[in-house]
C-alpha cells in the first residue's frame, strides 16, 4: 500500500494488510517535523497495534535531518519498522520549491546523499529505499539513470511511479518506464502508477517484471485489490465484493479511525469511495459530510443498507 498524504494513516494502513497488502507506508513524514514539530510528527510514524511492522516515507533535502530522522525512527520502531523510504517523487509546489520530493530528480548528487544519511542514521539496521518518478519534466525520463545512482548509494529497493513530475496525477502512467528501470538496476524495483484493479496490479507483474506492485488510489473503497491481485497472479478468479460486504468494511473502517484517535473527517471521503455505486449514493454521500461523531457516520451505514434492502 503506497504512502499517501492525507489517506495512509493507521486506520488505513490495517485495513489495507487485512486486505492481503504485503507492506503498508505512512503518510509522507517531514525530517524537518520530527526534529522541530515532536510528537505532532511522530503520530504519523508510530503504528497502530493492529499493525506488524511499517513503512515510514521521509521526505526533505538536508541529509543531517535525515540521519537524525533514520537515528530516531530505527530506535522508537525497533523491530516493527520495516523500511525507511526517501520521497523523491512528490510533485506538489510547495514540497518541490523546498528542493524535496520530484525536485530532487534535478540533484542525483544530493539525492545520493540522502539516502547515505539514511544508511548511516539507522545503522545499516533496515533497508533504505527510494520513490521516483519517471523525470521532473514531460519528454525528459531520467528514472533509469536516477535508479542506478541511488543503487549505487546504497538503496535497497526503488520504487517508480511512470509519471513525469509535471504530469501530477493526469494522463496515463507509463509502466515501460517501470521496466526500463528494472533493467537498470539490480535491486528490487516496485512498480507505482494507475494499478487502478486487481487486474491492473497483476498485469503490471507480468509486464514489467517489476518484484512487486505499488497500490495507492486502487485502494479507495477496495481494501481486497491487494488479496484479488495477488488470487490472480496464481491463475485463480476472486469473489467480487458486493454491496453489503462494502458497508461492513466501510463501518469497519470508521472504527478504527475511531479507535486510532484519527480525525473522523476522513471518515467523509471513506463515505464517497466504499459506498459509490449503491442507491442513492449522492443522499448518502450529502449525509457524510454532516458527520461528526462515530454514531454519526455508523448511521449512514445503516442508511446505505436500508437503501439496499428497499431497492431489492
Known amino acids: 500500500m503506497a504512502p499517501m498524504a492525507g489517506v495512509s494513516d493507521a486506520a488505513y494502513r490495517t485495513m489495507a494488510r487485512a486486505g492481503g497488502a504485503g507492506l503498508a507506508y505512512t503518510e509522507m513524514v517531514s525530517c524537518a517535523g520530527l526534529h522541530y514539530g515532536g510528537e505532532k510528527t511522530w503520530e504519523l510514524v508510530e503504528p497502530a497495534e493492529t499493525e506488524p511492522d511499517i513503512a515510514v516515507q521521509l521526505f526533505g533535502s ?17 523491530n516493527r519498522l520495516a523500511l525507511i523510504d526517501i520521497n523523491m517523487a512528490c510533485p506538489v509546489p510547495k514540497v518541490t520549491k523546498k528542493g524535496e520530493g520530484s525536485a530532487l530528480l534535478d540533484n542525483p548528487e544530493l539525492a545520493a546523499s540522502l539516502v547515505q544519511a539514511c544508511i548511516e542514521g539507522s545503522g545499516a539496521q533496515v533497508p533504505v529505499t527510494a520513490k521516483i518518478r519517471r523525470g521532473r519534466r514531460m519528454g525528459e525520463e531520467v528514472a533509469p539513470e536516477f535508479a542506478r545512482a541511488m543503487e549505487a548509494a546504497g538503496a535497497s529497493a526503488i520504487a517508480v511511479h511512470g509519471r513525469f513530475a509535471n504530469q501530477l496525477y493526469h494522463g496515463e502512467a507509463d509502466w515501460g518506464c517501470v521496466s526500463r528501470v528494472v533493467k537498470a538496476v539490480s535491486v528490487p524495483v516496485i512498480g507505482s502508477g494507475d494499478v487502478s484493479s486487481a487486474q491492473a496490479g497483476a498485469r503490471m507483474l507480468a509486464e514489467t517484471g517489476a518484484s512487486a506492485v505499488m497500490v495507492a488510489r486502487g485502494s479507495y473503497g477496495n481494501p481486497w485489490i491487494f488479496r484479488d491481485a495477488a488470487a490472480l497472479r496464481l491463475g485463480e478468479s476472486p469473489a467480487p465484493h458486493d454491496a453489503r460486504e462494502k458497508i461492513a468494511a466501510f463501518r469497519c473502517h470508521v472504527r478504527l479511525l475511531s479507535a486510532t484517535g484519527a480525525n473522523l473527517k476522513r471518515a467523509r471521503s471513506l463515505a464517497g469511495w466504499y459506498l459509490r455505486g449503491m442507491p442513492e449514493a449522492a443522499r448518502l454521500r450529502g449525509m457524510a459530510v454532516t458527520c461528526l461523531t462515530l454514531e454519526d457516520y455508523l448511521a449512514v451505514a445503516d442508511e446505505a443498507e436500508r437503501m439496499l434492502c428497499d431497492a431489492e
Open 62 to 78: 538536508k541529509p543531517e535531518l535525515f540521519r537524525e530522522a533514520a537515528a530516531s525512527v530505527c530506535e522508537r520502531l525497533g
